[in-house]
T-cell receptor
Framework: AQSVAQPEDQVNVAEGNPLTVKCTYSVSGNPYLFWYVQYPNRGLQFLLK??????LVKGSYGFEAEFNKSQTSFHLKKPSALVSDSALYFC?????????????FGKGNQVVVIP | EAGVTQFPSHSVIEKGQTVTLRCDPI?????LYWYRRVMGKEIKFLLH????????ESGMPNNRFLAERTGGTYSTLKVQPAELEDSGVYFCASSQDGGAYEQYFGPGTRLTVT
């Protein structure tokens, strides 16, 4: 069985400080990993993905994430948080290569950036 | 390029009634997915279409849920009869072929069963 854990319910950070949203996964094989963000009253927006290659991937809005196979983690980071980054963040995994295309999501982290 | 659209945005129905949700994927995306998020819980996979064929429907909760994708374009998800536990946000997503492609999500339909 595959699963994704986002251990913190809410992440509070002051504007301008580094932002980290944690994600660990539990799958067999080589996963495809994704981060999505949901702003209020909006759908999920794709931020970035890890497929293969460089462990550090860069995405939209200045976000990046680091794939760590030994720790089975894929933490989302941003060097300097903005108030507009306040949203719900979801980590997701898809099993490769023989799994289907379904995504398994974590429960989501509410990020609050304090002005 | 238009994104994934869903209709309606909200639906409030009584237990026992029928509701049909619609999803229009991004043009050219053969893969279409339905997911559901019950209040405060994880987003759960429901099913996956490739064109008009159901590739994987293992996430469908029970036979009160029926999904169709006639002609391989838009998709509908019907709940009949609705139960209280069906309340939640239903998301539709679409993607290009291949496992490496990200899925693009619609805004969701918030279903409330009273």
């Amino acid at each position: 069985a595959q699963s994704v854990a986002q251990p913190e319910d809410q992440v509070n950070v002051a504007e301008g400080n580094p932002l980290t949203v944690k994600c660990t996964y539990s799958v067999s094989g080589n996963p495809y990993l994704f981060w999505y963000v949901q702003y209020p009253n909006r759908g999920l927006q794709f931020l970035l993905k890890y497929i293969t290659g460089d462990n550090l991937v860069k995405g939209s809005y200045g976000f990046e994430a680091e794939f760590n196979k030994s720790q089975t983690s894929f933490h989302l980071k941003k060097p300097s948080a903005l108030v507009s980054d306040s949203a719900l963040y979801f980590c997701a995994v898809r099993l490769l290569p023989y799994g289907n295309n379904r995504l398994a999501f974590g429960k989501g982290n509410q990020v609050v950036v304090i002005p | 390029e238009a994104g994934v659209t869903q209709f309606p945005s909200h639906s409030v129905i009584e237990k026992g009634q029928t509701v049909t949700l619609r999803c229009d994927p991004i043009s050219g995306h053969d893969n279409l997915y339905w997911y559901r998020r019950v209040m405060g819980k994880e987003i759960k996979f429901l099913l996956h279409f490739v064109k008009e064929s159901k590739q994987d429907e293992s996430g469908m909760p029970n036979n009160r849920f029926l999904a169709e994708r006639t002609g391989g374009t838009y998709s509908t998800l019907k709940v009949q009869p609705a139960e209280l536990e069906d309340s939640g946000v239903y998301f539709c997503a679409s993607s290009q072929d291949g496992g490496a492609y990200e899925q693009y999500f619609g805004p969701g339909t918030r279903l409330t069963v009273t």
